[in-house]
């Protein structure tokens, strides 16, 4: 299914929340495109993160910037990371 024609509906990586592009998106094992994860998360069937901390560490680091503090990256990442499918399971 091809969801870029589904504009309504922004498609995110379902382990970091990262916006996703075909671009980034992470490969099975047979080398298909995973709609639900980034490249960063899982490649060639493998899942990369099992700790929520170690993956807010990771993106904490991508996240700061002038207008976006560490700590309000790592609030908006223990926010936002139990809410992806990921991590409910």
Not at 3 to 27: F, N, V, Y
Request: proline fraction near 2%; charge should be negative; charged fraction near 30%.
């Amino acid at each position: 299914m091809n969801t870029k024609s589904d504009s309504s509906r922004e498609r995110r990586c379902q382990c970091c929340g990262m916006p996703l592009e075909d671009a980034i998106t992470g490969k099975n094992k047979d080398g298909t495109l995973n709609e639900d994860y980034c490249r960063w998360c899982y490649a060639d069937g493998t899942y990369t993160y099992n700790d929520m901390d170690e993956l807010i560490d990771v993106c904490v680091k991508h996240m700061v910037n002038e207008s976006f503090t560490e700590q309000q990256a790592r609030a908006y990442m223990k926010q936002l990371l139990p809410t992806l499918d990921y991590w409910k399971r």
